[in-house]
């Protein structure tokens, strides 16, 4: 069972437009979101995060909008660069369970930023 | 920034051999972790582990496998004996604070394959 999905596996922009990177979840307790990015022979690092009782975070070219009523938040990259190639993860954390570390991830989307 | 090592970052063993993943952490960090990623599929938490002590394992971390870091030196997952399904990417990150929005840092990730 797969409680955060991302979408779409892969993405190509050009360029200067903006990369729409979806993600949606299952668990109503989820109530942090943290994307990380993946370049290939690293690990992934922590971009930019949303908690609950916000519905958007922007840090530069980076924005999260996030819709609690229908478990769905995205993370939109404006002025895409070519350095912004990479695979993006989507992760949740539960405020239930006692877990304060107990991440859930995406598969990730491969964001591909054509010159 | 900070940086996670893992060594090796390829190892190919036999089933039923044992094997140890090393991981080496930010050098300050307390709070340590070992997430598991089979090909195509999303990166799963296996267990963290704190003050020599481990704080939480998921359902993932079966009894073949076992973690330390003695005297603060590498923080290592061994799995004795291996098995066909533990062949994955192991993906060892720490952090500083154990907090819920603590940044995990993670390595660039050890490909096991058992065969």
């Known amino acids: 069972q797969q409680q955060v999905r991302q979408s779409p596996q892969s993405l190509t922009v050009w360029e200067g437009e903006t990369a729409i990177l979806n993600c949606s979840y299952e668990n109503s307790a989820f109530d942090y979101f943290p994307w990380y990015q993946q370049f290939p022979g690293e690990g992934p690092a922590l971009l930019i995060a949303?908690?609950?009782?916000?519905d958007k975070k922007e840090d530069g070219r980076f924005t999260i909008f996030f819709n609690k009523r229908e478990k769905k938040l995205s993370l939109h990259i404006t002025d895409s660069q070519p350095g912004d190639s990479a695979t993006y993860f989507c992760?949740?954390?539960?405020?239930?369970?006692?877990?304060?570390?107990?991440?859930?991830f995406g598969k990730g989307t491969l964001l591909t930023v054509t010159p | 920034g900070p940086k996670v090592l893992q060594i090796p970052s390829h190892q190919i063993i036999d089933m039923g051999q044992m094997v140890t993943l090393n991981c080496d952490p930010v050098s300050n960090h307390l709070y340590f972790y070992w997430y598991k990623q089979i090909l195509g599929q999303q990166m799963e938490f296996l267990v963290n582990?704190?003050?020599?002590?481990?704080?939480?394992k998921s359902k993932l971390f079966k009894d073949q496998f076992s973690v330390e870091r003695p005297d603060g030196s590498y923080f290592t997952l061994k799995i004795q004996p291996t098995a066909l399904e533990d062949s994955a990417v192991y993906f060892c990150?720490?952090?500083?604070?154990?907090?819920?929005?603590?940044?995990?840092?993670f390595g660039p990730g050890t490909r096991l394959t058992v065969l």
């Open positions: 949303i908690r609950s009782v916000s």
């Open positions: 582990f704190y003050n020599g002590k481990v704080m939480e």
């Open positions: 992760a949740a954390l539960s405020n239930s369970g006692g877990s304060n570390y107990k991440l859930t």
């Open positions: 990150a720490s952090s500083l604070g154990g907090g819920r929005y603590a940044e995990q840092f």
